[in-house]
């Protein structure tokens, strides 16, 4: 009996892959399908197994390289000793397609290491530079 199942089991592995085939996809490509053009982005299947990506709000300090803007965001942290909130800043590269310039603020979200330094990028542009 346990051999039948057995049988039973093998024989239809093969079967979802001949039917795999003759679709003319093969899983690589049905995976593929969810994945957008844009680095980082995925829809569907993708986005699911992912964790949720962290985004933060900053202004642009520097757009003098190609594509590239740097980000500064600031956040309020309790001081330990006088218990009084201390401004604290971080700057982050972000992949800059959206055309943001300096005093910009943006939203930055997480993405894969697009260079020795680049893991953001900007998402969209909140409010312009005043000029």
């Known amino acids: 009996m346990a051999e039948e199942t057995k049988e039973e089991v093998t024989t239809t592995a093969p079967e979802n892959a001949a039917e795999a085939t ?5 899983l690589a490509q049905a995976q593929a399908a969810g994945v957008d053009a844009q ?3 995925a829809s569907g299947a993708e986005a699911g197994k992912r964790g949720r990506r962290s985004e933060k709000v900053g202004v642009v300090a520097s ?3 190609e ?5 500064r965001v600031d956040r309020l942290v309790k001081h330990p000793k006088y218990r009084r909130y201390v ?3 971080s700057k982050f590269m972000a992949h800059n ?3 943001a310039t300096v005093g910009d603020k943006v939203r ?18 909140i409010q312009k530079a005043e000029k």
Do not use: N, Y
């Not at 003759?22 to 093969?26: D, F, L, N, P, R």
């Not at 979200?109 to 969209?124: D, N, Y």
């Open 87 to 89: 401004r604290r800043t």
């Open 97 to 99: 397609e959206q055309g």
């Open 63 to 65: 757009d003098k390289m």
């Open 67 to 71: 594509k590239t803007c740097v980000v």
């Open 22 to 26: 003759e679709s003319g996809e093969s």
């Open 39 to 41: 680095a980082g982005d």
């Open 108 to 125: 930055i979200v997480e993405t894969r290491p697009l260079s020795a330094h680049k893991r953001w990028r900007v998402v969209e542009i």
